[in-house]
């Protein structure tokens, strides 16, 4: 998880919480609500809820933006994702 959101200059990705970062690199897999929600081990609730946060946090206005965002500026990286999902 932590590997996935690097620091930038940009204090906004560095205001998302472990979880919420936890959800955004889900969210760049392309998982929806209930497979984020099993994957965690949350309700489907509590990922709209962070997944809601995140925007926020971020000044986006959807989770597809979200993911643009974390991409366009380098914070989510893939591949670490996809690893941390392996290693779950």
Not at 46 to 70: C, F, M, P
Request: one cysteine or more; charged letters at 25%.
């Amino acid at each position: 998880m932590h590997a996935v959101l690097r620091p930038t200059d940009s204090g906004c990705a560095r205001d998302l919480s472990p979880r919420e970062e936890e959800v955004l690199q889900h969210l760049a897999l392309g998982l929806a609500t209930r497979e984020i929600a099993a994957r965690l081990a949350i309700s489907p609730v509590t990922v709209r809820n962070h997944a809601q946060r995140i925007l926020s946090k971020l000044g986006v206005h959807s989770r597809v933006e979200a993911v643009v965002w974390g991409f366009a500026r380098g914070v989510i990286d893939l591949a670490a994702a996809r690893q941390h999902i392996r290693d779950r």
